[in-house]
């Protein structure tokens, strides 16, 4: 199923893209696409037969109607961190031994068509098209990488906006360079795990100003993604609702000579993970 959630920013309603493309509300169903439904397995069974019975779920006239992040309420928001081959080697980092974590604020996400601000002194906000990852079941210790995709309910495509001297040149974590408003563009779909028989063999890619940045693919990936569940549940709990973001191929500004062209206010950025529905995001100024 490809969910999402549809409306004005804070007041969202939970939704389905059919088979046919057409919108469908799913309000009188369930009350948000959140990590409790994920987690119902019985609510979700209701919610496929509804898709599937004809005349169930009322059409949604999509005309002029925002698309919000496909998942409310989310819980935590881990990143991984050069985890493709290509940008570790674009970016003269060694392959790390162990994937690199670092953390996303929930309050960083906007729907995927969304403003995105480049913050006050910025001077490197950057770009970094990922595949996301959604839990679907608590997730603790767990033994091996075919239990972690277990866990795994469904895939997004977000956009892991950063500002890289804030990330690497002020001191600390990596954090306050990942934090700023609106650097999570989410969606704008959830397509549950169902619909993604191989997160392994997705193609990412990002434009900006209607020019190619990236063209890369999740084999890349160092980390595949139920090997990066797996690892995390050693660290810590992951629960239905959290999001893991699971890094970026080549081709980000940090990565290209100089001068770096990076991103200001003015600039659209469009991406897309193949089958995972695509963004287009107009830059302003925080």
């Known amino acids: 199923m490809k ?147 277990a866990h795994v309910a469904g895939y997004a495509t977000a956009h892991d906006v950063s500002e890289r001297e804030f990330q690497i040149e002020r001191g600390g974590t990596w954090d306050k360079g990942k934090n700023c408003e609106t650097f999570n563009p989410l969606g704008p779909w959830l397509v549950t795990a169902d619909e993604v028989p191989d997160p392994q063999a997705l193609p990412l890619r990002l434009w900006v100003n209607g020019e190619l940045k990236q063209n890369g693919t999740t084999a890349e990936q160092i980390f595949p993604v139920g090997e990066v569940v797996r690892y995390l549940s050693h660290f810590m709990t992951l629960y239905p609702g959290d999001i893991i973001n699971t890094g970026t191929p080549a081709g980000v500004a940090m990565g290209q000579p100089e001068p770096k062209p990076y991103l200001k206010a003015g600039d659209v950025v469009e991406l897309e993970v193949e089958g995972l529905g695509r963004q287009r995001q107009e830059l302003k100024d925080a």
């Open 3 to 149: 969910l999402l959630r549809v409306g004005t920013a804070g007041a969202e309603r939970p939704a389905l893209l059919d088979r046919d493309g057409t919108l469908r509300d799913l309000s009188g169903i369930v009350p948000d696409i959140d990590g409790e439904l994920l987690a119902d397995a019985s609510t979700l069974a209701r919610v496929q037969a509804a898709a599937e019975t004809p005349g169930v779920l009322p059409a949604l006239d999509a005309t002029g109607l925002r698309i919000g992040p496909p998942l409310g309420r989310i819980g935590k928001i881990v990143c991984i961190g050069l985890n493709y081959h290509d940008h570790a080697a674009e970016t003269g980092a060694a392959i790390p031994d162990e994937p690199i974590l670092f953390f996303k604020a929930p309050d960083t996400v906007v729907g995927p068509d969304d403003t995105v601000l480049v913050p006050r002194g910025s001077r490197k906000t950057d770009w970094e098209v990922e595949l996301a990852v959604v839990i679907g079941r608590t997730a603790r210790y767990l033994g091996s990488a075919e239990e972690g995709l």
